[in-house]
């Protein structure tokens, strides 16, 4: 039997969700309607041909971005020499992490003073319902692991940003709202921008 979500370590969480998007990346996901199918994707924003393309790292070499360097890492242990970055991006993934503190402490550690972290993710508008909070698939399907926006407020605040600006897009609500059909999830989760600058002086 699985461990409880709420007594397992931050490995044991990053571990089954490395199982989770290693099964997706080669194409044996069970979830039949999540953030990562293309039905999703497309409410997200993302054309076909750009889902199609993602996968094909060498399209990087193929279509000639020689500016472009490929680093395999973890947000919380990012392979990114201290204060060498200027814009930090990613989308749906920091509401993955178990440790999302050190996640804000590494993304200040690795930009330039002025540097901005400008990301798309899930955010909580209201406290999750325990069932949900405890669900492994609901963590591994980007909804049980998401903050609630004064929660990320503050992470940010204390990893030392300013200018911090969460914006909810409540238009994401309808399809979060098929992630868990009939469960009223979209009341409690909406797709946000968070960004944040490192202060020229500190
Ligand atoms: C929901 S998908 C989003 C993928 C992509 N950013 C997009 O918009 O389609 C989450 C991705 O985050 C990755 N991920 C999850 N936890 C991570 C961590 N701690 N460090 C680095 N990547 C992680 C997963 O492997 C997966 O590729």
Known sequence: MKTKLAESSSDT?????????????RGESSCADDCCTSTSSDALGYAA???????????????????????????EALPVADESVDVIISNCVINLSPQKERVFREAFRVLRTGGRLAVADIVA?????EEVKGDWAAYTGCMAGAS???ELEKMLGSAGFDRIKV?????????????MPGKGIEEYLVSATIEATKPLHS
């Open 167 to 179: 914006a909810p897009k409540d238009t994401s609500r309808s399809f979060i709202r098929e992630w």
């Open 125 to 129: 508008t209201a406290p999750l319902p």
């Open 148 to 150: 609630e926006i004064d």
């Open 13 to 25: 969480i990053r571990e089954e969700v490395r199982q989770r998007y290693g099964a997706t990346a």
């Open 49 to 75: 041909e750009d889902s199609a393309f993602a996968p094909e790292a060498e399209n990087a070499k193929l279509n000639g971005f020689d500016n472009v360097e490929f680093r395999l890492g973890e947000i």
